[in-house]
């Protein structure tokens, strides 16, 4: 009598443009992690688009691991939705005295490499080599389903107050879901 779709998201990885790479890889599950560790060979380079709380703990992770990790992030601080100029000055020093590199205001151009990305394009021209990308640039709701089925979708499954589609017996719930024009992950 009624469907829930609780189709949750995926890693935010193109999937087509000069971004989109073999060997370019999102982290979402333990597949993807188990992914990362396999690559992630002390000394290796390491790029992770995204300085949000994934894009941090990984570096934190890889740096660890002995990799050389640079972190870029497109404003001029530091999980700026979450943390205050002080605090984000404060975890920067941190990501320094571990060995992480923070490149801001860094707009990623394209993905460079043929088989195997070699290093990441900045919009002014800079290649920051590396034997390892990683996007930590959030997620995509899994809609398609409901695209599919006719159910109103924008980035989500848009839902009432109620988790209800346009349809009185459809429900959708978790990460698939937009209310009010908002996803929460």
Do not use: W
């Not at 890693?11 to 979402?28: E, F, I, M, Q, Y």
């Not at 605090?87 to 195997?116: C, F, P, Q």
């Amino acid at each position: 009598d009624l469907l829930v779709l609780a189709t949750g998201s995926r890693p935010n990885v193109p999937t087509s443009g000069p971004l989109a790479k073999p060997g370019a890889l999102g982290l979402r599950n333990r597949g993807d992690a188990k992914r990362i560790q396999g690559l992630a060979a002390p000394g290796a380079r390491v790029v992770i688009q995204g300085a949000g709380l994934l894009g941090i703990e990984l570096a934190d992770a890889l740096s660890t691991r002995g990799c050389a990790v640079t972190i870029l992030q497109r404003s001029k601080r530091l999980m700026g939705k979450q943390l205050d100029a002080k605090a984000s000055a404060y975890l920067h020093s941190h990501l320094e005295d571990r060995g992480i590199t923070v490149r801001y205001d860094a707009n990623l151009l394209a993905l460079v490499g043929d088989r195997e990305v070699t290093g990441a394009m900045l919009d002014e021209g800079e290649v920051v080599p590396c034997e390892l990308f990683v996007f930590a640039t959030g997620t995509v709701p899994n809609a398609e389903l409901a695209r599919a089925a006719g159910l109103a979708c924008a980035k989500g499954i848009t839902v009432d107050q109620h988790l209800r589609t346009a349809d009185p017996h459809v429900f959708a719930i978790g990460e698939c879901a937009e209310i009010g024009g908002q996803l929460y992950g």
